[in-house]
């Protein structure tokens, strides 16, 4: 049975992609078949981390929401991206990406006329049958709507992106009472961006007597990751940056 792990913020520019990125494929080079698809229809990004070029594909998410095509048509592999440190004791390692367009005219057409969300939870489930998934990572659209309903209902584990903000705060206890009402089997909340003078037990408390669930990781504010600007996977680069080895103590929890 494939596990389905959702990764939400209940704001922009958390760092959730590039969290959910890194997950997949540390999870992927321990010796499984992860898929990890962009269900941030309105604003796609995840695949810029895979340095995956849009222009080469025939097929996206998009098309299949529209009836063009299967959704293991706009399924590519990128296991590429998990350089280095894969367990070769097993030939099961593969990485897809179901990636969302980039074309303006498709975005405007979600935009305007929204989809049937009930297809996209068809689309999950054909995406594990079709490509014999282990572990299938959903990168959610910030905030809620019926989309993040869907994914926060149907997954395994839950985890939540938030900075050390005021506004995180807030609208991180929405996402966990949802989650909470939806019966979510493990949720814990990964912390982005942290200073570096940060007392990080006290933070860790803060959050955990907040939300009465576990931090499973502080991640902290990082000069590496502002340089690499999104080109590519950071736990391939600097695997024994604190962040990579934070997101290897995550990605252990996944693979429980």
């Excluded at 890194?22 to 810029?48: C, E």
């Excluded at 993040?148 to 966990?176: C, E």
């Amino acid at each position: 049975m494939a596990k389905i792990i959702s990764t939400h913020s209940f704001r922009g520019g958390t760092g959730k992609s590039n969290t959910t990125a890194n997950l997949s494929a540390i999870v992927a080079k321990a010796g499984n078949r992860v898929g990890v698809i962009d269900t941030d229809i309105q604003s796609p990004g995840i695949h810029t981390l895979f340095k995956f070029q849009q222009g080469l594909n025939r097929f996206a998410l998009n098309d299949y929401l529209w009836g063009r095509c299967r959704i293991e048509e706009a399924a590519y592999d990128v296991t590429d991206q998990c350089a280095g440190n894969v367990d070769e004791s097993t030939d099961r390692t593969r990485l897809f990406l179901i990636p969302s367009s980039l074309n303006s005219n498709e975005i405007a057409r979600i935009l305007r006329e929204g989809y049937d969300v009930a297809l996209l939870n068809d689309g999950f489930q054909q995406l594990i049958s079709q490509l014999k998934l282990d572990y299938l990572f959903i990168d959610t659209h910030p905030g809620v709507n019926e989309e993040t309903l869907l994914s926060l209902a149907i997954s395994d584990v839950l985890v939540l992106v938030m900075r050390p903000d005021q506004q995180d705060f807030q609208g991180t206890a929405v996402t966990v009472e949802l989650a909470r009402r939806l019966e979510v089997p493990e949720l814990f909340i990964v912390v982005n961006k942290t200073p570096p003078d940060t007392d990080e037990q006290a933070l860790r408390q803060q959050i955990e007597n907040t939300y009465q669930c576990d931090v499973a990781a502080l991640l902290p504010l990082s000069v590496e990751m502002a340089r690499m600007a999104s080109g590519g996977l950071f736990s391939n680069r600097f695997p024994d940056h604190p962040f990579s080895t934070q997101l290897q103590g995550v990605a252990k929890r996944i693979l429980r």
